[in-house]
């Protein structure tokens, strides 16, 4: 079981991606594919609470940049949002040695990948 929060989910966006085109084994491939399509969707979710709550909380300008009333308020309301946890039926995926992966890539994966002896 892998539970993280939302800017979990955020801060690893980047190197699941990388990940995701990586050639795996069949198996491998199925179940990650699986685990991005959850996380995909959590993260759709995560965006359309934060726009919901822009929407009541600010004011939308032409450019489509919200002003709030209490920035500090409102702010810390957001960070509170991300900081909400959710929980996957899946446990740390182990990459085989061969994945290529920059080190920027690897910030922030360390929630959903077992990295082993490093």
Known sequence: MIEVTFNDLIKAKSGLEKIVDQKLPFKDAVRFAR??????????????????????????????????KDVDKSKKEIEELGSDKIKFDFNKFKLPDWIELASNDIEGLEPFIDFGET
């Open 35 to 68: 685990f991005i399509k959850q996380v995909n969707n959590e993260l759709s979710t995560y965006h359309s609470i934060v726009i919901k709550y822009c929407d009541e909380n600010g004011t939308k300008s032409i450019d489509g940049i919200y002003t709030f």
